[in-house]
């Protein structure tokens, strides 16, 4: 290094290097190829089922996607201070060898993909609409609410499918550290699922304001309701399949840290293709669909990843960000309408 060549930080070496390498720069050109065929497609007007976004303007809805983004780098950075000092494990000495972690990889992602079949087979054949990770109303509402037992059995459905098989299965053969269920550092732990939570909590609620329009009455119901039924129906589901058996994998396969928050981004959007706002009538409406699943779940799915590769452990990210916030602050007042609860 010359005497006149500034020494750059960690992280801003870390942040350097990412934005540097091929899989993030193809990933970046991808996101701006997205979003110019929103506006193409869209011409103005968004087809979706999503009352709390009704009012807002269409140059912002098309934008959230991207300033969620923004706010992801800056929780990166934030959870890379909190971790710094710790030491961060290997995740990929927790995965098999590659040709192993390799056939694991695609089985589980093609049992992944007919548990997703199965859940827009099963709900219509009971009355409701397709389950996919997030049940019909979950953070921007919906027109129809769902009805108690469309969230039970969507939630069931769930935690079977996604949770309880794949964990059955992969504990027999590893154990709760292999699989990131177990921490090396709970006080690191508990500080980043403090920190995050409250973070996301005001980024959420500042967005998502229907928590305060809830009597305390209704709170004292509805938020432990809330708390329950997402983290059977999409937090356990989440966190087993993807955080807990893929991303090691990923990790293994890869060689690459940023390509693995890549994969664990896409793998979580993937997971919540058919949305209970998603409508699929015409080709221009099913393509927007798909990429604004894309566009809003491929974020959280990275801060998530990221969060599970600075600790090792996968309940850090489903307690941090996801069931406190979003699944709490904002879908409470969901719960509260769906269960009658005044």
Request: hydrophobic share 55%.
């Amino acid at each position: 290094m010359s005497q006149t060549e500034p020494r750059l930080s960690p992280l801003h070496r870390i942040a350097r290097a990412t934005v540097l390498h091929p899989a993030v720069q193809v990933a970046a050109a991808l996101w701006l190829f997205a979003n110019a065929a929103v506006l193409l497609l869209a011409d103005g007007t968004l087809p979706f089922d999503r009352p709390a976004l009704a009012q807002v303007p269409f140059a912002q809805q098309v934008a959230f996607p991207t300033l969620g983004l923004i706010e992801v780098f800056l929780l990166m950075a934030l959870v890379y201070g909190l971790t710094r000092r710790r030491i961060v494990p290997d995740l990929a000495a927790r995965a098999p060898a590659r040709r192993q972690a390799a056939r694991e990889t695609v089985w589980l992602l093609a049992y992944a993909a007919l548990g997703q079949a199965g859940g827009w087979v099963l709900g219509p054949a009971l009355g409701y609409r397709p389950f996919s990770f997030h049940i019909a109303g979950t953070l921007v509402g919906c027109s129809v609410p769902p009805v108690p037992g469309e969230v039970a059995t969507w939630a069931l459905y769930n935690v079977l499918v996604f949770a309880a098989a794949p964990y059955l299965w992969f504990r027999r053969r590893y154990s709760a550290l292999q699989l990131n269920l177990r921490s090396t550092d709970w006080r690191s732990d508990v500080l980043v699922i403090v920190v995050v939570a409250a973070v996301e909590s005001a980024v959420e609620l500042a967005t998502f304001p229907g928590f305060f329009a809830l009597s305390a009455a209704q709170i004292a119901v509805a938020a432990p309701l809330a708390l329950a039924v997402f983290f059977i129906g999409t937090v356990l589901p989440t966190m087993v399949l993807i955080y807990a058996i893929l991303v090691p994998r990923y990790v293994r396969l890869t060689g690459s840290l940023p390509t693995t928050v890549l994969l664990g981004g896409v793998t979580y959007a993937a997971m919540h293709l058919v949305e209970g706002w998603s409508v699929f009538a015409t080709p221009r409406e099913a393509a927007l669909s798909v990429l604004f699943v894309l566009l809003g779940y491929f974020g959280p799915g990275m801060i998530k990843t990221f969060i599970t590769l600075r600790t090792g452990n996968a309940w850090v990210h489903a307690i941090g960000y996801h069931a406190i916030a979003p699944h709490v602050v904002v879908d409470a007042p969901l719960m509260a309408k769906v269960f009658g609860v005044r």
